[in-house]
Nanobody, 119 residues
């Protein structure tokens, strides 16, 4: 049973920083890609960033490029999202997701962590 547990969310002023963590368990973490998504009130869930199994390839949405950085530590079974220069529009619940065994979709999700950016 794959489990993903996010932490690190909170309230921060605009321009501030937060680092989200997602601890994974239940299978070999280093075999699979990971990603972060977010969902703001009244909006659909949107992609934020992804990272391949080794950490050698990352992809960030245009809305966060240059401000957010995804990374992973396979020895700790953890993926991170470093968020700098936060804006009020970054306010959302942030979800960690893990690639499914088929490698074509993100099949496993965490419970989410709230990030609120005040202006």
């Amino acid at each position: 049973q794959v489990q993903l547990v996010e932490s690190g969310g909170g309230l921060v002023q605009a321009g501030g920083s937060l680092r989200l963590s997602c601890a994974a368990s239940g299978r070999t973490f280093s075999n699979y890609a990971m990603a972060w998504f977010r969902q703001a009130p009244g909006k659909e869930r949107e992609f934020v960033a992804s990272i391949n199994w080794s950490g050698s390839n990352t992809y960030h949405a245009d809305s966060v490029k240059g401000r957010f950085t995804i990374s992973r530590d396979n020895a700790k079974n953890t993926v991170y999202l470093q968020m700098n220069s936060l804006k009020p529009e970054d306010t959302a619940v942030y979800y960690c997701a893990a690639e499914g065994n088929g490698g074509k979709s993100y099949d496993y999700w965490g419970q989410g962590t709230q990030v609120t950016v005040s202006s």
